[in-house]
């Protein structure tokens, strides 16, 4: 697994990683998140463009940054309770780009389609982010 | 019938790789289509992994699959030398649930379930893990 | 250690194309050279000709080809159920005749011994025929 | 196997069979060299340059192809006589060109690269018949 990152400015600043290669374990994916997160990024998109598979081990890791995310926004906790009842949360701050068939898979046979947003794009998740 | 083998007398999850290759031709060569090499792949890359961390505790062991046509059929066969251990009595995570309101992980033998039209274990005559994945009518009959 | 077996229950010669790609593929994969695979392939594609054509007259029947390794040698396996035959009792042909005063055929077997270090004959405890062919020293140690 | 034939004239005329796929039964070689022998043609050269494999049964086509046109030419039959004493013979009516690196091998291991010239290219070939 290869992860590129950059930086782009939306409406917000926005972390772009892009991941190469299998996600079929956490660690990379995970690290380089957390190394993000200390520079300040508090909104990531990951590209899944170029991911192949996606193991429960990658979901577990995708899961991993959304609680990151999550931690430092108190305002989204109380948010997500109450759009969480009414089956319309989104995490406001990790959003998806273009997952491969197989990756897709993987993300909905775990239900994690449900709570993140997908774009076609970088620069459409980029300009999602408020 | 034709099937298709790889075995590993200590295979470890920097074999994985190999072994998802390895699945997706046998898949294609034996006429499943893409769709069904992916379900496969990533059903079957579950079972090896948990046979290597769990079953084996991270240490090399012996692992085998085996890619078989049975009429329309197409089957993949995980077999180990673990610690006897029966996934299909792993009990369903609750996917509607929030992220924040589930553990960690937990999805591996419910992707393996998603992923195909039947999971089967038994434990061979002599002592070893199989698990089956079988997609159900997914051949041409003329195969 | 590490193998790579295709079987059929009712193999005929409409399926040495598919024999031939599978041991190319296989021999590459577990570290072969093209020179290796390219000997091995022809080695066994004889033997799998035999088999079907002499040992199961012509008619569908069980082979398993298996490509394993073994420390730094390379082998392939071929396993049948047709009636037993030991190829390496087969006298050589001499090759040095000018074509007009040879027979035709009565190639195969001198190009199995050719093409490999070592050509080994048994029958397995279930009446099975076992042909080994066999590399030496064709892996890197690392392997 | 795919076997295209056409003609060419260099000193005679020469015909040309290409053979492309695996060279694994005689069939289909033989039946083509005995349409074209029956066509008149008595030289033939065979372009292995686009043949993989050649097994036994391949040997034993292109054996029976150099039989045939032997048949239909007796001075070469004499010929060869003195010429194999002196180990010096090479069929004037059959060559090959550019066999790939097994086909060479399955040639070699047979011995038939002492009786048969192969050349580069075509026009070498036919170029080369008397
Ligand atoms: N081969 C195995 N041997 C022993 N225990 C296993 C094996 N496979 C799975 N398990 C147990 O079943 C649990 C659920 O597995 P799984 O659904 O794949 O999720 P995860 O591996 O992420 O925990 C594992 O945590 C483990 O305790
Ligand atoms: N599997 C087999 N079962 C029975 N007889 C065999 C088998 N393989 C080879 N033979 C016998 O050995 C002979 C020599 O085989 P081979 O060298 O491959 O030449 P060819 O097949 O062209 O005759 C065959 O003609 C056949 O009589």
Not at chain 1, 31 to 37: D, I, S
Not at chain 1, 41 to 46: E, S, Y
Not at chain 1, 57 to 66: D, E, K, N, P, T
């Amino acid at each position: 697994m290869e992860i590129n990152s950059w930086h782009e400015t939306g409406h917000v600043p926005v972390t772009i990683l892009q991941l190469k290669g299998d996600l079929t374990s956490e660690d990379e994916l995970v690290q380089k998140a957390q190394a993000a997160f200390q520079d300040g990024a508090r909104n990531i998109v990951l590209d899944l463009s170029h991911v192949p598979y996606i193991s429960s081990a990658g979901l577990r890791a995708i899961h991993m940054v959304y609680m990151l995310l999550r931690s430092a926004d108190p305002v989204d906790e109380e948010q997500a309770a109450r759009g969480i009842a009414r089956d319309t949360y989104k995490s406001p701050h990790l959003k998806l780009v273009k997952p491969t068939k197989n990756g897709l898979k993987a993300l909905s046979t775990a239900g994690y389609d449900i709570f993140l947003d997908i774009f076609d794009t970088n620069p459409q998740a980029v300009a999602s982010f408020k | 019938m034709k099937s298709l083998t790889l075995r590993y007398s200590g295979a470890t999850v920097r074999d994985l790789n190999d072994i998802r290759e390895f699945l997706e031709s046998a898949i294609l060569n034996l006429g499943g289509d893409e769709n069904i090499a992916g379900d496969l792949v990533l059903a079957a890359n579950e079972a090896v992994t948990n046979s290597l961390l769990h079953g084996y505790g991270d240490q090399p062991g012996a692992v085998s699959l085996c890619v078989e046509t049975e009429g329309e059929d197409l089957l993949v066969r995980l077999l180990d030398s673990a610690p006897p251990f029966d996934p299909t009595t792993v009990p369903p995570p609750d996917i509607n649930r929030p992220l924040e309101e589930r553990p960690l992980g937990g999805l591996g033998v419910h992707m393996m379930r998603q992923l195909t039209d039947e999971l089967v274990y038994r434990a061979t005559d002599d002592n070893r893990n199989e698990l089956t994945f079988i997609k159900r009518g997914v051949l041409s009959p003329v195969q």
